[in-house]
């Protein structure tokens, strides 16, 4: 919905389960035809081990990590990205060139109040039915009623208050949005992962009377016109997702992926030296610094877009003084994390926006580690001996407990004296979207690659998920300008005076980015980087 990011700690599976799979999956290949068809099979399956599974497959619900990456390979969006070769050899895509995906075209009025979509011809889900207008508009009016994350991007930033004005079938093949308002995101934010279209056909058979949007059916099925489907979904254990042979960008090379819940990192490297799977997702810095001496492993990075930051509840005391904010600014010890917890994979986050997207500038930060300007600060604000308090991460976190025990230290150099609690994801996650924590670990990434987008999600005062409660009238009235103004100089230098604002009030403490890395076997070829960090399966193949 908001590209809000919750963790929910699932069933651990057993490493023998996983090479129960692996290897029942090598018998039934055998048994069918010998060495040639197992090895063609092998070629064409990709065993991954992940940290958990999606809590859910539907794309109205609240985006994790794991959701993230289901709906990159189940959904399919109207538009896209056209990709490009970087020069590390990884795919990202152009944010500068939209193009079709299943619509063939479209078109944005001279007066960005509305946009045309022109659908594919011949487009088949992965249940055999032909993409119409009807997918379309049943998609939007799905999405329009669950009042989640499709309500969410049409009201907040397309600003659309009625749906029957807004969303138009002009025909069998073209559909057309309508908007109240100019904005510069009209095209940019089809390209999103959470609005994918719905195979109708499929759905209109699953719903009920009391479940008329077939919630219950996508809770744990996929009907979509994306490169896999779902064929089997157990919670906490497995997905399995099996190639959609009619994808219209062709049918995918790896025909089925294997997803393992692992929760334990350690696990997931056994796993991937053992070569019981092809993919091991999420390993912290020091995993990845061992892994890629193995051989036959191979470690790839990317910076991305993601923020990492410990949000202070800005209406809480004593960091509803920004000179308390940007006293812990000044103590953060940032050349000791990056060497002794990302052993040099992560840069220093130095604004609100992420680094990798326009108008993104750092003059702003000025937080260098100096002790003796933090206790000034804080005297000013009249605590010269400090205060306690209370900073909040998930439980199973290894790198977050990590950052906490040296911040933890770092403060009390300025007599912050700091309770380090370890929390249950779903209990942190309660207590600072009710605002009854000071400090908490949050990491998170804007996925619409646009600065007003990024401000608007985490810095507007109207905002959910600004949790820290961050709040400057000036902020707000630059970033709602921006969403609807199409002068984009205008909207860059307003972006610019956004992150100084910010940059001043503190409402974070400002720490990395941590990339993106995936640790796969060297025969893995394909990788590439999307903004919602998610792997794309058709992107990838064996040798």
């Known amino acids: 919905m908001k590209d809000m990011l919750k963790f929910i700690t699932l069933g651990p599976v057993s490493r023998r389960a996983l090479l129960g799979a692996t290897v029942a999956f090598a018998v039934a290949g055998t048994l069918a035809n010998p060495v040639p068809a197992f090895a063609q099979a092998a070629k064409e399956t990709l065993l991954v081990g992940g940290p958990r599974t999606p809590e859910s497959l539907d794309q109205e619900y609240p985006p994790t990590e794991a959701v993230h990456e289901m709906r990159r390979n189940v959904y399919e969006r109207l538009l896209t990205y056209e990709m490009k070769t970087g020069d590390d050899g990884v795919l990202y895509e152009d944010f500068a060139k939209i193009t079709g995906a299943l619509a063939e075209k479209y078109e944005v009025a001279d007066d960005f109040k509305s946009i045309t979509f022109h659908l594919r011809p011949g487009v088949v889900s992965g249940a055999g039915n032909t993409l119409t207008a009807d997918d379309v508009m049943w998609s939007f009016e799905r999405g329009w009623n669950l009042k989640s994350n499709f309500h969410w991007y049409m009201t907040q930033i397309l600003k659309i208050e009625d749906f029957g004005a807004a969303f138009e079938k002009v025909d069998d093949m073209t559909v057309k949005v309508k908007i109240p308002n100019p904005s510069p995101l009209i095209a940019k934010l089809w390209t999103n992962s959470d609005l994918g279209i719905l195979d109708s056909k499929v759905m209109k058979e699953k719903i009920t009377d009391d479940d008329k949007w077939g919630q219950r059916y996508l809770a744990t099925a996929s009907a979509s016109f994306g490169p896999y489907v779902v064929t089997k979904y157990a919670p906490g254990q497995e997905v399995v997702y099996q190639a959609n042979?009619?994808?219209?960008?062709?049918?995918?090379?790896?025909?089925?992926i294997i997803f393992k819940e692992m929760p334990t990192a350690a696990n997931r490297v056994a796993a991937l030296q053992g070569g019981a799977i092809d993919v091991a997702e999420y390993l912290s810095p020091r995993e990845l610094s061992q892994v890629e001496k193995i051989p036959g492993v191979t470690v790839d990075k990317v910076f991305g877009n993601y923020i990492h930051r410990v949000e202070m509840q800005n209406e809480m005391k004593p960091f509803d003084d920004p000179r308390v904010r940007?006293?812990?600014?000044?103590?953060?010890?940032?050349?000791?994390?990056?060497?002794?917890?990302?052993?040099?994979?992560?840069?220093?986050?130095?604004?609100?926006?992420?680094?990798?997207?326009p108008a993104f500038t750092d003059e702003y930060f000025t937080y260098s580690h100096d002790v003796e300007k933090a206790k000034a600060l804080l005297a000013e604000a009249g605590h010269a001996d400090g205060f306690e308090t209370e900073l909040g991460y998930r439980t199973g976190d290894q790198l977050e407990e990590e950052i906490a025990v040296i911040l933890q230290t770092a403060f009390a150099k300025a007599g912050v004296n700091v309770k380090l609690s370890k929390l249950p994801a779903s209990t942190l996650v309660e207590r600072y979207t009710k605002g009854e924590i000071p400090m908490y670990f949050f990491r998170d990434m804007a996925i619409v690659p646009d600065a007003a987008y990024v401000a608007n999600l985490w810095l507007n005062s109207n905002s959910l998920i600004n949790y820290s409660r961050f709040k400057s009238e000036e902020v707000d009235s630059l970033i709602n300008s921006a969403l609807t103004g199409v002068d984009e100089?205008?909207?860059?230098?307003?972006?610019k005076r956004v992150q100084q604002i910010t940059m001043e009030g503190a409402p974070w403490v400002f720490l990395f980015n941590p990339g993106y890395q995936l640790?796969?076997?060297?025969?893995?070829?394909?990788?590439?980087?999307?903004?919602?960090?998610?792997?794309?399966?058709?992107?990838?193949?064996k040798e």
Request: glycine residues 6%; positive net charge; charged residues 25%.
């Open 519 to 541: 640790a796969t076997r060297s025969n893995v070829k394909g990788y590439s980087w999307y903004t919602p960090n998610g792997n794309a399966w058709f992107d990838f193949h």
């Open 489 to 495: 100089e205008k909207r860059l230098a307003d972006m």
């Open 245 to 256: 042979e009619n994808y219209y960008r062709g049918a995918p090379k790896l025909k089925r």
């Open 326 to 357: 940007q006293a812990l600014n000044y103590l953060v010890p940032r050349d000791e994390i990056s060497k002794a917890v990302y052993y040099g994979t992560a840069r220093p986050t130095k604004s609100p926006i992420s680094e990798i997207y």
